[in-house]
């Protein structure tokens, strides 16, 4: 499938360039800091990258595994 629209620069790979997708969120065990680590890979190279983003807060917190 086509993306319709690029994604933006942040969701890119350091590499290539290339897009990056959401393979796996990582709630933070600590819910006080109140961030989550999100898994991204590279479509292009295959490359794993992590980010820190806030928790969304609309979202149920989840236990870690």
Do not use: N
Request: include cysteine; charge should be positive.
């Amino acid at each position: 499938m086509r993306t319709l629209v690029p994604p933006p620069p942040e969701l890119r790979c350091d590499q290539c360039r290339g897009e990056l997708r959401l393979k796996q969120l990582i709630v933070a065990a600590d819910e006080t800091l109140d961030v989550d680590t999100e898994i991204f890979v590279c479509v292009k190279c295959g490359r794993e990258h992590s980010r820190i983003v806030s928790h969304d807060r609309y979202s149920p917190h989840l236990k870690a595994r």
